[in-house]
């Protein structure tokens, strides 16, 4: 669903109850399936109790509006580990229409930044490769996005100790793939109810000064958590992120 100039005509499309097998693919070997479902500019799609066995990156929706992303399982999710391709090791992006697939306005025309999306529901499953160290490997990604809901995820991105790559259940970012920062940054962000114990990081909210911040609500994940580099334990912790930091939420 490549979206070309901004529009797509796949707008209200429904994917459920598919399998989609990538199981062994690899830098050395891209026969079986690398990305399951990718689309720019898509709206009002819904991705509903499928099952994505292997694959550097399961679901993709660069500046779609109102996705529904639910009861998904994505299982032993893994990259392309820049021996040959570079890329993947996420397992649900919402991000950005950026760069030459952007639509005219730049990073922060509505047209370019995915709103409205909620993510509920979906286990995720993965480690780095061994000895892999170029990126992070990310349950769910979101990447200078608008209002997304991350809500009752089961994060599963396991430490690799025979890797410097991270395991991360979520991440908020505005940078990526080696180049400068987009602004906006993530904003108006809720993550609730995630499970992220079995990752080497639940939560990860990168940049400073309120870059990712703005409008974050944080309520009862578990796991260890890092905003803005600093890092937390969560059993059931409560708290909200103003535009100017972390408070306590009674």
Known sequence: MPGPNGKNPANGTRISGFVFDGKGVS???????????FA?????????????????QAIT?????????????IRD????????PCTGGDGIVIQLARDEVAAPGGDAAPINRPEDNL?????IEGSPP????DFSMVGILIFAADHTSVISNDLRL???????????GILLTNTCCGGGAYLPGTRHTILAFNDGRQSELSIVVEGSGGANTH????????????????????????????????????
Do not use: M
């Open 130 to 133: 061994d000895g892999f160290s």
């Open 77 to 84: 999710l893994t990259v392309l580990d820049c021996t040959g």
């Open 61 to 73: 929706n660069t500046g779609g509006d109102r996705w529904l992303i639910e009861h998904n399982q």
């Open 27 to 37: 830098s050395a070997n891209l026969a079986p399936l690398a990305f399951g479902i």
């Open 215 to 250: 409008g974050l609500f944080l309520f009862r994940n578990r796991g260890e958590q890092e905003i803005e580099g600093v890092q937390e334990v969560l059993a059931l912790a409560r708290s909200a992120v103003t535009p100017t930091g972390l408070r306590p939420q009674l």
């Open 40 to 56: 720019r500019f898509a709206r009002d799609i819904v991705i509903s109790h499928n099952y994505f066995e292997g694959t550097a």
């Open 158 to 168: 396991h430490d690799n100790p025979a890797a410097a790559a991270k395991g991360q």
């Open 119 to 123: 993510i509920l529901g979906n286990t």
